[in-house]
């Protein structure tokens, strides 16, 4: 059974604090995404990367960061945390290849910034 | 400037009925067409999926209907139920790409 696991799921931090928030998944894939989820807005693409140490800006970039030091595991930082980053994330992962473009989401991390 | 325009962004259907949510599209390199549903607590999960090769594709209850020319596509629920309350998401993505571009959402209540 496919697995994409995320370190919390719930996280309250205080403005300014650095933020870490971990994906994991178990099937190999070489594609790991990071998104934002707010009411109204659907999902908005952070980050992505399509291999180790490989990363491209997506839509929202500004505020974050992000880490790929083992094909598992891609990280979202916040560098300091701020009330307007206070929303749902998401990570995905998905292979690479034509026939797969299925992207398979953890349960997601709400992250409230006091 | 948003990709991909999906609406309503709400809908409430009885029990029994057809839910019909729509989207469209402006990149024509786009090939690859998914709809994703998400429950609440949960991340979102592929329902089914599109490609532009052809106008229709059904699964069970669950059927996309494809306009090619005028890049937009649906999905209809076929006697909708309580159980398929939840969200929807349409995407649209570029094979090669390998990202996905995805619409606001639209929560659908299915009343008993």
């Known amino acids: 059974d496919v697995k994409v696991t995320q370190s919390s799921r719930y996280l309250v931090k205080r403005t300014g604090e650095k933020v870490f928030l971990e994906c994991v998944q178990d099937?190999?894939?070489?594609?790991m995404f990071w998104y934002r989820q707010d009411p109204g807005l659907g999902l908005r693409l952070i980050y992505f990367s399509y291999d180790v140490k490989m990363k491209e800006k997506g839509d929202i970039p500004e505020g974050y960061s992000v880490s790929r030091e083992k094909k598992e595991r891609f990280s979202l930082i916040l560098e300091s945390a701020s009330t307007n980053q206070t929303s749902m994330y998401l990570c995905?992962?998905?292979?690479?290849?034509?026939?797969?473009?299925?992207?398979?989401f953890g349960p997601g991390t709400r992250l409230t910034v006091l | 400037q948003q990709q991909v325009k999906q609406s309503p962004q709400s809908l409430i259907v009885q029990k029994g009925g057809i839910s019909i949510i729509n989207c469209a599209y402006e990149?024509?390199?786009?090939?690859?067409f998914p709809w994703y549903q998400q429950f609440p607590g949960k991340g979102p999960a592929l329902l089914i999926a599109?490609?532009?090769?052809?106008s229709e594709k059904k699964e069970g209850r669950f059927t996309i209907s494809f306009n090619k020319s005028a890049k937009q596509f649906s999905l209809h629920i076929m006697d909708s139920q309580p159980g398929d309350s939840a969200t929807y998401f349409c995407a649209a993505a570029t094979t090669n790409a390998g990202k996905s571009t995805f619409g606001d959402g639209t929560t659908l209540t299915v009343k008993p």
């Open positions: 995905a992962s998905s292979r690479t290849g034509t026939d797969y473009n299925e992207q398979f």
């Open positions: 599109i490609r532009p090769d052809v």
């Open positions: 990149n024509t390199a786009f090939d690859y």
């Open positions: 099937m190999d894939h070489e594609n």
